[in-house]
């Protein structure tokens, strides 16, 4: 059983950024596409950016995207999120995500087999 751990939320302000990582306790990830999801009170979980096995393919949601780099480090068998120029929109619970059943980088969540347990980003104006 794959175990994913988050690191790195915080309450910045608007215009700060911040850098989540996740650590897999499992090498099995660097066969996964992975995934940041985050979920705002009240919403829908939604994905935020997904990542080949390899690194090289790459999606972004629009709201994000030119704002948030995702990458991997399977020497670590780590998952990075670098988010600039926060916006209070984006003040979520993140949830680091991985799975052997992607189809797609554009997939929802229920493709997705292992989660962490979420750190939350607050964000204020």
């Known amino acids: 059983q794959v175990q994913l751990v988050e690191s790195g939320g915080g309450l910045v302000q608007a215009g700060d950024s911040l850098r989540l990582s996740c650590a897999a306790s499992?090498?099995?990830?660097?066969?996964?596409?992975m995934a940041w999801f985050r979920q705002a009170p009240g919403k829908e979980r939604e994905l935020v950016t997904a990542i080949s096995w390899s690194g090289a393919s790459t999606y972004y949601r629009i709201s994000v995207k030119g704002r948030f780099t995702i990458s991997r480090d399977n020497a670590k068998n780590a998952l990075y999120l670098q988010m600039d120029n926060l916006k209070p929109e984006d003040t979520a619970a993140y949830y680091c995500?991985?799975?052997?059943?992607?189809?797609?980088?554009?997939?929802?969540?229920?493709?997705?087999?292992?989660w962490g347990q979420g750190t939350q980003v607050t964000v204020s104006s």
């Open positions: 499992d090498r099995t990830v660097t066969n996964y596409a």
């Open positions: 995500a991985a799975g052997p059943r992607v189809a797609g980088l554009s997939a929802g969540q229920w493709e997705y087999d292992y």
